[in-house]
């Protein structure tokens, strides 16, 4: 029997920081594991470190990972972190201000020598000069314990100290009642044809669990008791694996090749490595020489009758921007990922942002519009994916694709989906004449459905199709180079027509919250999740307010006006220094407030909650 009280919590937000060595994002993997086996509601923040090197002992070099879960609905990683574990001073220094007064964090206290303290740049020793009164502090000297639990174990001194994640690990799903099979069944599998490195890990594990019961340090542990989910089945997906996985579908539902073309960029590289692992499923993917040639590639992939895909980050888009105006006068089906991360040029290139709104609105030369979807959450990126793809086919039109760092990297429950739920995906190659010409017939490729203006699509090589595409304007109809000028105001207005005609696909918008508030807050792509948790909180507190969300920045809901008739006060929160909130106060002539934060860290409930409070208050 344990001889510990156990306090049960409705919800809590764990975050494991240290050097990139330190293995913490092996560890909030295997944390998000374990939680997602307790049935808990979860999101997660993966942090890492722009330098690939920086020096071990550093602020440049701590990577973090914050996991919030609950009992409760969790919408977000967390405004205030309850358990921060710190493997040294440098991370202690980088993510104290997270912490909650009264929260816990706990220290490798072995790693707070005069060395280690001038890495970080501290003058006094943390642990001895009250600066951490605030918080309760549980120091625990994990390097030592790590070397002797390991010292007959073979491994040489460097892969034992790079081994004591997994006590901290293991003492951390103890303190949490996590169950500690899930990472035992890893290590097992990971390590199968490395014995010695597979039973070193998982006496460690053993070893952080049990100390928890048997150290004085903790008189309490805390359990958060499964959350209330529709029913289904679900896995733990990140935002990555969401997009791959509505890539895929949107390959066998419309049962189009799928080529996707791109070069390696933080933190979109993942996508391609994450499709390369379905080309079983029809999916070519291809590593380009850079950003220009990756688009060329899916472009030319398009032409030839298989949907491309393209992805990147803002400065591969950038570089794709003539491409992206080729695809769309070409009007040919192509997809552009943006994962946005920090700006401007390179940036901050492992944190998140959503500073390239503008750039997908308006990064092109000329009058080229294109519809531009963002997905909200992890799980909403198949969604997102599928749409995207779906829209492209259909329309005959790139489709800009946004997510950024923290949906790609982030991770939650997903719900998945019955196939048959998902849009239909009808493809229609063109196969006969069109037109009549001098008497006989013949085939023009920008002949336009009523509906949607989308122009034929013809596979190269199909018997009397031939046709010809390039960059310079089109002639109506026949697609022969034209100069005329009314012939390209008619063009201009025909594609940017056809982009509107999109409002068609969309479904009605939503309103959260309270419909009878003066406020209404206005939000797109991964803020969402904040926006709606600080709504229900202001709800709680006693405070008026309702949420309305953006899936289309372009074109915008064809409701969008009349719900915003409803309302007399908005508020625009997004990662950027004030982009849809611009768009907004130009087509609507409303009086939007901009709420920017542009921290490379995603939006708090409490940051949105304040807010609301302010503007109601």
């Not at 979860?42 to 920086?54: G, N």
């Not at 949107?250 to 391609?272: E, F, Q």
């Not at 934060?597 to 708090?604: A, D, E, S």
């Amino acid at each position: 029997m344990s001889s510990k009280t156990v306090e049960t919590l409705p919800e809590a937000t764990v975050l494991f920081a240290g050097d990139s060595g330190d293995g913490m994002q092996l560890t909030g993997t295997q944390f998000t594991l374990a939680t997602a086996h307790a049935m808990n509601d979860l999101a997660t923040l993966p942090d890492f470190p722009a330098e690939i090197r920086a020096p071990v002992g550093t602020t440049y070099g701590v990577s973090g990972f914050q996991l919030h879960f609950g009992s409760v609905d969790i919408r977000t990683p967390g405004d205030e972190v309850d358990l921060l574990v710190a493997m040294n001073p440098a991370a202690l220094v980088v993510n104290l201000d997270r912490v909650k007064p009264g929260g816990t964090i706990l220290v490798n206290s072995n790693s707070f020598e005069k060395k280690d303290l001038k890495l970080a740049n501290l003058k006094e020793n943390p642990l001895e000069d009250g600066s951490l009164d605030k918080y309760r502090v549980i120091q625990v000297e994990l390097t030592r314990l790590t070397r002797e639990t390991l010292k007959d174990s073979g491994l040489d001194h460097k892969a034992i100290d790079r081994s004591k994640n997994m006590f901290a690990l293991g003492l951390s799903l103890w303190l949490y009642s996590r169950p500690i099979e899930p990472a035992q069944r890893w290590l097992t599998t990971k390590f199968a044809k490395k014995p010695d490195i597979r039973d070193a890990n998982l006496e460690l594990l053993k070893k952080g669990y049990h100390f928890g019961e048997t150290t004085e340090q903790f008189v309490t542990r805390y359990e958060v008791t499964p959350a209330t989910l529709p029913p289904g089945r679900y896995r733990a997906v990140q935002g990555v694996q969401a997009l791959a996985m509505g890539i895929v579908a949107a390959a066998d539902k419309s049962g189009l090749p799928i080529t996707y073309g791109s070069y390696p960029i933080t933190p979109a590289s993942d996508l391609l490595h994450a499709l390369s692992r379905y080309k079983n499923h029809g999916i070519m993917t291809i590593q380009a020489e850079d950003e220009i040639a990756a688009i060329g590639m899916t472009i030319g992939a398009s032409f030839g009758g298989s949907l491309g895909i393209t992805g990147t980050s803002g400065p591969g888009i950038a570089l794709k921007g003539e491409a992206m105006g080729l695809a769309h006068i070409l009007e040919l089906p192509l997809v552009i990922v943006n994962v946005q991360r920090g700006g401007p040029s390179t940036g901050l290139p492992t944190k998140t942002e959503q500073s390239d709104l503008m750039q997908a609105l308006f990064g092109r030369n000329g009058d080229a519009p294109m519809p531009v979807i963002a997905a909200s959450t992890p799980g909403d990126c198949f969604e997102a994916a599928y749409e995207a793809c779906r829209i492209a086919v259909k329309y005959m039109t790139p489709v800009v694709l946004l997510s950024d760092g923290y949906l790609a990297n982030g991770s939650e429950p997903w719900l998945i989906p019955d196939p048959d739920s998902l849009h239909d995906f009808p493809v229609e190659f063109a196969t006969e004449f069109n037109a009549e010409e001098e008497g006989e017939e013949v085939f023009w490729p920008y002949v336009r459905d009523e509906q949607t203006l989308a122009r034929p699509w013809a596979k190269p090589g199909t018997p009397n199709l031939e046709h010809r595409v390039g960059g310079l304007e089109k002639a109506d109809k026949t697609g022969n180079v034209s100069y005329d000028a009314a012939n390209h105001e008619k063009m201009i207005k025909l594609r940017t027509e056809k982009v509107e005609r999109v409002q068609q696909d969309m479904k009605p918008l939503e309103i959260f919250g309270d419909e009878d508030a003066d406020l209404l807050i206005i939000g797109w792509g991964s803020t969402r999740g904040a926006i709606e948790a600080g709504v229900t909180r202001a709800l709680n507190a006693g405070h008026k307010a309702a949420a309305v969300h953006l899936r289309w920045v372009n074109p915008l809901p064809a409701d969008l006006g009349e719900v915003l008739s409803r309302f007399s006060t908005y508020l625009v929160p997004e990662l950027n220094n004030g982009q849809l909130v611009r768009i907004l106060r130009d087509r609507y002539l409303l009086p939007f407030e901009a709420m920017n934060k542009i921290q490379g860290r995603p939006f708090g409930p409490s940051e949105i909650e304040r807010k609301i409070a302010e503007m109601v208050g």
